[in-house]
């Protein structure tokens, strides 16, 4: 235990990045990739403007521990639009516009459950009752989206889900558009998945409106013995 302790002391770890997931993913930063992936990411944003901000980029970690985690909603990159990306898939600071997709995403929840859309859009509430609001990539150049892609997040963020599946307690994995759902190989029968088509306005009318996620997701918490999500923002 002691050798245990010494070797994840000796790791260097990401800046703001929680003890609790540090514990679960240590072996992770101690990998080739993930130094690479850092000093990519360190050189991008000398020469580039990178979102979300440093500080920000581990906010769905920092907002749900692993031992709260009951629902992992699951993006694909950070918007790429000054101001928008702040660490958590789909969502905004408030005072900023509400992208395309997260109105689309507050126009099916109230087809779901009669919630009325926000008047921001900031998700954090979501975050702190256990909503895993994980990208497949942490980090994009302005204006270019994709521009981390393949870079070495996608080998990290599956490392993220193959925890939370290796997990004792059953989860839901929401998973909406074909990205999101190439990663259903990672999690077993134990857990509920939910699919449908993105939010994105290129996709939403192909069968996310009317795909209900947010109910699915109520009822099959309950069905785990837990509580149900209360998906209402605050009116801050």
């Not at 031992?67 to 660490?87: C, E, I, R, S």
């Not at 898939?89 to 919630?115: H, M, Y």
């Not at 954090?124 to 942490?138: I, M, P, R």
């Not at 080998?155 to 929401?174: K, Q």
Request: glycine residues 6%.
């Amino acid at each position: 235990m002691s050798q245990q302790r010494s070797l994840f002391d000796a790791i260097p770890l990401p800046p703001g990045f929680p003890a609790d997931w540090s514990a679960i993913l240590a072996e992770e930063f101690a990998k080739p990739y993930f130094a690479d992936l850092q000093a990519f990411v360190a050189a991008e944003r000398r020469t580039y403007d990178i979102f979300p901000a440093e500080a920000d980029v581990y906010n769905a970690f920092a907002c749900t521990p692993f031992n709260t985690v009951k629902v992992v909603l699951l993006g694909q990159d950070p918007y790429p639009t000054p101001g928008h990306a702040h660490g958590l898939c789909f969502s905004v600071k408030p005072g900023i516009a509400i992208p395309a997709s997260l109105r689309n995403i507050f126009k099916e929840l109230q087809s779901d459950l009669g919630i009325p859309p926000a008047k921001h859009g900031c998700l954090e509430s979501w975050a702190k009752q256990g909503v895993l609001l994980l990208n497949t990539v942490l980090t994009v150049r302005s204006g270019e989206p994709g521009s981390h892609a393949k870079r070495g997040w996608e080998t990290f963020t599956d490392a993220v889900l193959a925890a939370v599946n290796a997990r004792p307690e059953p989860a839901v994995f929401v998973l909406w558009g074909a990205h999101a759902q190439k990663k259903k190989a990672l999690i077993d029968s134990r857990h509920f998945v939910i699919e449908s088509a993105h939010p994105s306005p290129l996709s939403a009318s192909k069968g996310f409106f009317g795909s209900r996620p947010f109910s699915q997701v109520n009822a099959a918490l309950e069905s785990m013995g837990h509580k149900p999500v209360r998906w209402e923002l605050s009116v801050e």
